[in-house]
């Protein structure tokens, strides 16, 4: 259990996948101008990148190692996240409708969050094994989910203060990022 | 339609800049600019894998059904992509390590699927090559520019070739905040107000 809150510690804070690894940055930045969108996000990426992450996991085990054709990791990998991201799309449509309407549009967006597909290529490099890989996945997506919460609290309140012309939008939104970046570096010495 | 090669090449360099201005593709942009030498292999790589796919993607423009024409996209780039990488491997192994998983994410660049989509599914294959080439320029510029700026300030060097080169005398001390992590986010934040400065002038 123990080897588990390191790694839940590491992935959500230390490394966080967002402010430390600078993966998934467009979503990032795209979807946190409201609080309701930035929930609807972070969900579906929690959701997507767990079953992403599984899949790739197998995916690469089974059948790209043993054929010996690793190689084709980045084109299957990327053929597995973006039809995954159709199947669930479809099935959300049909059988939860409610959940469906809440992330409906997130979902194609997720195909190029490279967040996902960063956190598939680290949980191979990592060597990491299915479980790790598992929990490795769902801890990266609670980061993400963390990260992007934070920042479109602070960004709400950032529309309500008077920032210079040449500031506005996106590039306070970045020196904002990178305060929250500063704070979650502070983790770095935890493990 | 008043289109020329030129025009379609020089408009990614200022006016739709990828990360600067359209705000496009930018976990690259943040990642990888600690050091000039990885920011201009970034650049580079994204650069052939842009122009390349642009190509095959606007040859292709009539064959693809508009139904599944981003899984198509994502093929192409992917092939593209898996190239650079055993390139790489071969001819640049150190920077090949250091760009890590950098590489094979190019795939899901959103300003390389962003191009098939916006310009080379609509247009022939030699404005597709311009505008491929003049947007990965642009990218290539940009990563120099901002990994110019963090090398200089947060290590005091510029590297080239595997040889960092002190700009300064022994006594400087780095201000490591820019090649940290928030210095990247607050580097590109203020190259950005920058630009809008010049831009509003």
Redesign the interface.
């Known amino acids: 259990m123990g080897d588990f809150t390191v790694l839940a510690v590491s992935c959500i804070f230390v490394n966080n996948i967002l402010?430390?690894?600078?993966?998934?940055?467009?979503p990032f930045?795209g979807t946190s101008k409201k609080m309701e969108t930035a929930v609807g996000m972070a969900m579906a990426v929690v959701f997507v990148m767990v079953m992403a992450g599984l899949i790739t996991w197998i995916v690469d085990h089974y059948l790209l190692k043993t054929l010996d054709i690793e190689?084709?990791?980045?084109?299957s990998?990327?053929?597995v996240i973006?039809s995954l991201v159709q199947f669930v799309e479809m099935f959300l449509k049909k059988s939860i409708p409610a959940l469906y309407a809440g992330l409906g549009i997130f979902l194609p967006l997720i195909?190029?969050?490279?967040a996902?597909?960063?956190v598939c290529?680290?949980n191979i490099?990592e060597e990491y094994t299915f479980f790790q890989a598992l929990a490795a996945s769902l801890f990266y997506a609670i980061g993400f989910g963390l990260a992007l919460i934070i920042f479109a609290g602070l960004r709400e309140r950032i529309d309500l203060a008077r920032v210079p012309?040449?500031?506005?939008d996106?590039?306070?939104?970045?020196?904002t990022?990178?305060?929250i970046?500063?704070s979650f570096?502070a983790f770095k010495g935890m493990v | 339609m008043a289109q020329s090669i030129v025009k379609e090449f020089t408009k990614g360099l200022w006016k739709e800049n990828a990360p600067f201005r359209v705000v496009l593709g930018l976990c690259p942009v943040l990642a990888v600019t600690k050091t000039v030498e990885n920011g201009i292999g970034m650049g580079l790589a994204t650069t052939f894998v842009l122009v390349f796919s642009n190509f095959f993607v606007s040859i292709f423009r009539n064959f693809i059904p508009s139904k599944v024409r981003i899984a198509c996209y994502i093929v192409i780039i992917a092939t593209f992509v898996t190239i650079v990488e055993l390139l790489m491997q071969a001819f640049t192994y150190p920077l090949f390590l250091k760009l890590g998983i950098f590489i094979p994410l190019i795939v899901v660049n959103c300003l390389v699927l962003g191009r098939s989509e916006a310009f080379a599914g609509k247009n022939p294959p030699h404005y597709a090559v311009a505008d491929g080439l003049g947007m990965g320029i642009g990218f290539t510029l940009s990563l120099t520019v901002l990994s110019a700026v963090r090398e200089i300030l947060g290590s005091g060097t510029l590297t080239f070739y595997e040889t960092p080169i002190q700009l300064f005398g022994p006594d400087f001390q780095p201000f490591t905040f820019m090649v940290e992590a928030p210095g990247a986010f607050v580097g590109l934040g203020l190259l950005l107000c920058i630009m809008n400065l010049i831009e509003s002038k």
Not at chain 1, 19 to 26: P, T, W
Not at chain 1, 111 to 114: F, G, V
Not at chain 1, 170 to 175: A, E, N, P, Q, R
């Open positions: 402010l430390a690894q600078f993966l998934g940055n467009c930045l190689y084709l990791r980045t084109v990998f990327i053929l973006a195909t190029t969050n490279c996902v597909m960063g290529l680290i490099k012309k040449p500031l506005q996106t590039s306070i939104g970045l020196v990022a990178g305060m970046s500063l570096f």
